[in-house]
């Protein structure tokens, strides 16, 4: 039993040395990674000014883009989610799954998790 507590404590003190040494960059891909696998429950807000204007709920994550040809970032994510007309955070008759993207550098929106 104390050789498994001691396996377990090394293995976790290595995965810390390990993500400290990374760029933050390499974090952030790891820990989107980790979400995406497990799932969340998310909402995207889309604002005009300071006026809600567009809500999808139930996305499960966010992408972003990369070129086909490159393989470079695009200056955009998307994804999948449903249409809250109403934005009531519920799925009502009527509003459906739908597939969206929005520009990095116009968008004005806030993605959260919503349990």
Request: a positive charge; proline letters at 3%; hydrophobic letters at 30%.
């Amino acid at each position: 039993m104390k050789l498994m507590k001691s396996a377990i404590l090394s293995g976790t003190a290595g995965l810390l040395v390990l993500l400290t040494g990374c760029t933050q960059e390499t974090q952030n891909s790891l820990s989107r990674s980790i979400q995406n696998w497990t799932g969340t429950n998310g909402v995207l807000d889309v604002y005009a000014g300071e006026k809600l204007v567009k809500r999808f709920i139930n996305i499960d994550k966010l992408s972003t883009a990369y070129g086909t040809s490159d393989g470079k970032p695009r200056p955009y994510r998307y994804g999948y989610g449903y249409d809250d007309k109403n934005f009531n955070l519920k799925v009502d008759p009527g509003e459906k799954k739908v597939y969206f993207e929005f520009s990095d550098y116009s968008t004005n929106y806030i993605f959260y998790e919503h349990n």
